[in-house]
Structures are given as structure tokens and as C-alpha cells.
């Protein structure tokens, strides 16, 4: 089955900094890549997602690289705020017909002010 | 749009008793809805997958005749734990996604704390 590999687990960052978190899948058949937002006590939320026919997506601050061939993928966050301060989760799935995602390990990102 | 709501937001029961958990989609029909179950600290790990109108598929290792799952509707799934004991205590979550083809993006519910005392 598929595995998604998380780094780092923790990460730090000023105010005002970018932020990097990266992923990798072991299943070349998997494209479909969504980013989740965890704050304490909640659920996740869906702050970005990727199919594997693009290669970067973007939204405002938040966005995501895909390299297929390696089997890679990242979660870039500019002019990092104290309220981005959270976990982030990412996952990979095969996508229509069989969502089922796999989940990263998760990183617990801290904005310090 | 894509709202996920759970019911209870927390329970605490005592060793023994059963506890039904609901999610519901508030503004898509969905197809598919997801139970996961999360430890302090931890990642999500997949329990079942159910699609309306058939029988919950559950991840290996997972007990089917103790989480009991129902998705009698578009937009609500039950999840109950029989017999709850304190190793059960955890964070529930539910998620949903919309019919097959339109997305399979999965939009989540606020999770439900379980205490099993």
C-alpha cells in the first residue's frame, strides 16, 4: 500500500518567515495530494490541494510543488503569520473511484512572533 | 460550501456502555463518508470507509462487530462503539466527499473526544 514520510516533525519559524514542509509517496499510481490544517481539539482542514497532471499550485501565501518523477512533494508558506501556527498534515490518494487517503505523520509548525 | 458537523463534540461514557457517534454533511449529498480515529500526537488512521446504502469497508486490524458503522443517507453516517472500554478513549473523526467524479476531495468534521472511564 501507499506510504507518505513527513518532514520535519516540528519546525519554528519567526514571524514574517517562510515556512517548508515536505512529503514523500511511495506509490507512483497515487495523484492526488491534498494539505490539512490541524489546530488543537479540531478536525483537519483542506488548505490546498494538488493532482498530479500540475506541477505547483498557489494560493495567496500557501502553495504546492509536485515532482512525480521523484515522488515528492512540498507545502510552502510565505509571510508566515502567529494564526498559521498549527499541524499540517500531508496525504496522498489515488484519486476518483478510490479516495482513500494516506496520511504523513504530521508537522507541528510554530510561528514565533 | 463542503461543511462536515459530528455529534457529540465530547462524550464520556463509563466501561461497557455503547456510543453512537453521528456525522453529517450540511450543504453536499455524500457518496462516501470516512471514520478515522486519532491519538494524542499522532497521525489519522483510517478505520472504515462507508458509501451510502452498503456495508462500511473497514481497515485491517479494525474490529467491524465493535465500530459499527451506518450511512443510511447522502448525508449522515453513525458510528457506534459497542462496548466501549478505556482503550477506545480517542478523537473520532468523520469525513465526507462528494459523488464519485465530481471530487474526491474529503472535507472533515470537527472530531469527537471519547472517554471511556
Known amino acids: 500500500g501507499e506510504n507518505v514520510e513527513q518532514h520535519p516533525s516540528t519546525l519554528s519559524v519567526q514571524e514574517g518567515d517562510s515556512a517548508v514542509i515536505k512529503c514523500t509517496y511511495s506509490?507512483?499510481?497515487?495523484?492526488?495530494f491534498p494539505w490539512y490544517k490541524q489546530e488543537l481539539g479540531k478536525g483537519p482542514q483542506l488548505i490546498i490541494d494538488?493532482?498530479?497532471?500540475?506541477g505547483e499550485k498557489k494560493d495567496q501565501r500557501i502553495a504546492v510543488t509536485l515532482n512525480k518523477t521523484a515522488k515528492h512533494f512540498s507545502l510552502h508558506i510565505t509571510e508566515t503569520q502567529p494564526e498559521d501556527s498549527a499541524v499540517y498534515f500531508c496525504?496522498?490518494?489515488f484519486g476518483f473511484g478510490n479516495e482513500k487517503l494516506t496520511f504523513g505523520t504530521g508537522t507541528r509548525l510554530t510561528i514565533i512572533p | 460550501g463542503a461543511v462536515v458537523s459530528q455529534h457529540p463534540s465530547r462524550v464520556i461514557c463509563k466501561s461497557g456502555t455503547s456510543v453512537k457517534i453521528e456525522c453529517r454533511s450540511l450543504?453536499?449529498?455524500?457518496?462516501?463518508m470516512f471514520w478515522y480515529r486519532q491519538f494524542p500526537k499522532q497521525s489519522l488512521m483510517l478505520m472504515a470507509t462507508?458509501?451510502?446504502?452498503?456495508?462500511?469497508?473497514?481497515e485491517q486490524g479494525v474490529e467491524k462487530d465493535k465500530f459499527l458503522i451506518n450511512h443510511a443517507s447522502l448525508t449522515l453516517s453513525t458510528l457506534t462503539v459497542t462496548s466501549a472500554h478505556p482503550e477506545d478513549s480517542s478523537f473520532y473523526i468523520c469525513?465526507?466527499?462528494?459523488?464519485?467524479?465530481?471530487?474526491?476531495?474529503?472535507?472533515f468534521g470537527p472530531g469527537t473526544r471519547l472517554t471511556v472511564l
Open positions: 469525513s465526507a466527499s462528494r459523488a464519485p467524479g465530481v471530487t474526491d476531495t474529503q472535507y
Open positions: 506509490d507512483s499510481a497515487s495523484n492526488y
Open positions: 494538488i493532482r498530479s497532471n500540475v
Open positions: 496525504a496522498a490518494s
Open positions: 450543504d453536499f449529498q455524500a457518496t462516501t
Open positions: 462507508s458509501n451510502e446504502g452498503s456495508k462500511a469497508t473497514y
